[in-house]
């Protein structure tokens, strides 16, 4: 039987047997217990299914990555300690020193940061390309030792919207997946891998969680890249892995499970960054009520958007569902029903204006996150990117007088109040 997402969010990933724990029980153990060093070591060499130690797997992460990736359409998923450590592992699953990537430039600065420094230190280049670039500028990217094309479905903080079709495709064409992070849109508003996308990311810290109460990350893989089809560009996946006794994981574990396997048995083993099962708990509790969350929040982000730009005092308003937005064309193909509840604006005034309409907010709270069921507000001028100068902020695609709003799911009416009052202070 086919069941809607909104079912999968309630029900996904685990289904209590006779007598068993209804909600998905918290297996708060570092370690199993087995009666023979043999059957261990079946399972140290993956040549059966289990647990061993919770660095590489837990039941109760296991439930909730199967959860999420039933709501993207993808076939095996993998938790991580934060959205950036899903974001590392999901690139250095396949790239490592002497390779390259290609990635949109509208992106979070803590990502770009990674690809463009902290993995450039390990030996992996990335060349950055505009989500608007032109068909030529996009294919003069790629290089021979390209190994993925990386991008977010709405960027943060600038909101744009990848076209995920058309970097699908170009990627496909050089032999290489497209990895979106889909953290802003979850998968209730867009499933990448229905558009092409071959693995998806999340910060399960926003949205997916929703209170703000558990850091975490997930990727999650399409199943549908044939690695095999290259084996020379992916030794990693189509080659023997002499850490595993000469495991090769697409024979194994085929193209809709080695990828992951592979980021389970090589990275987490080696890097850790996994998540804990107290943190997974709480991030199944948020999916539960996900699909009824983001409607509340695609509805505010909508109205508080319009509102602005009717806003004498508001210099700008940037939302991908404004009809009057430039990815206005993009949100109404690959986000249904909505575009989240964030909103980037500017304060007519510029800096000045901008810190005297936070101060005055009530229910928006002052606060270094986004996505959450409580309103948050963000100046980055004045914070996350305090040590810019105006120039500098310009350089860096933010405007001195940039806000970003992410609208909670709090009554529509009293949100606009709120920042109708804290305008009237400017």
């Keep these: 039987m086919s069941e809607s997402i909104n079912t999968i969010c309630v ?18 153990s570092t370690t199993w217990k087995y009666d023979t060093s043999e059957h261990m070591g079946k399972l140290f060499d ?14 109760t992460n296991d439930f909730v990555a199967a959860k999420i990736a039933e709501l993207e359409g993808g076939t095996a998923a993998m938790l991580t300690s934060s959205g950036q450590a899903a974001n590392f592992f999901a690139i250095f ?19 770009y940061n990674l690809l463009a420094h902290t993995m ?46 058309r970097f699908a495709a170009a990627a496909h064409a050089h032999g290489v997946p497209l990895i979106v992070d889909n953290t802003f849109p979850t998968p209730i508003n867009c499933r990448p891998i229905e ?9 399960t810290t926003k949205y997916i969680d929703g209170h703000g109460a558990s850091v975490g990350g997930v990727i999650v893989d399409s199943g549908k890249f044939d690695w095999t089809a290259y084996p020379d560009k992916f030794p990693g996946l189509t080659q023997p892995d002499e850490t595993y006794h000469g495991i090769t994981y697409t024979e194994r574990f085929g193209l809709e499970g080695a990828y992951i396997t592979k980021a389970t048995a090589q990275l987490m083993r080696d890097l850790g960054s996994i998540q804990s099962p107290q943190n997974a708990y709480l991030i ?49 193909k690959y986000l249904n029903p ?85 305008l009237e202070a400017v």
């Design 11 to 28: 029900q996904g990933g685990y289904r209590p047997g006779d007598g068993e724990p209804r909600q998905i029980p918290i297996y708060q």
């Design 46 to 59: 993956l040549e059966e299914a289990g647990y061993f130690y919770t660095r590489l797997q837990n039941p």
């Design 93 to 111: 699953n396949i790239a490592g020193a002497g390779d390259h990537v290609v990635a949109s430039s509208a992106i979070y600065g803590g990502t």
């Design 120 to 165: 450039g230190r390990m030996g992996l280049e990335c060349t950055f390309v505009s989500p608007d670039c032109t068909d030529e500028e996009l294919e003069a990217a790629f290089q021979p030792n390209t190994k993925a094309v990386f991008g977010e479905t709405i960027a943060n903080p600038a909101l744009a919207v990848l076209d995920i079709e």
């Design 195 to 203: 558009w092409g996308a071959d693995i998806v990311t999340h910060s």
């Design 284 to 332: 199944n509790l948020g999916l539960e009520s996900l699909h009824l969350r983001m409607a509340q929040h695609n509805k505010n982000g909508l109205a508080l958007a319009k509102f602005l730009q009717a806003h004498p005092k508001v210099a700008w308003v940037r939302y991908p569902g404004l009809e009057e937005d430039g990815e206005f064309e993009r949100a109404q």
């Design 338 to 422: 909505g575009a989240s509840g964030v909103v980037s604006f500017g304060v007519a005034g510029g800096r000045e204006a901008a810190e005297t309409f936070m101060k005055h907010l009530q229910i928006a709270q002052i606060a270094t996150h986004v996505a959450d069921a409580r309103t948050c507000v963000l100046h980055p001028a004045n914070a996350t990117h305090r040590q810019m100068n105006d120039a500098e902020l310009e350089a860096a695609g933010i405007s001195p007088d940039l806000i970003r709003l992410s609208c909670g799911i709090e009554d529509t009416d009293d949100l606009i109040a709120d920042v109708a009052q804290a």
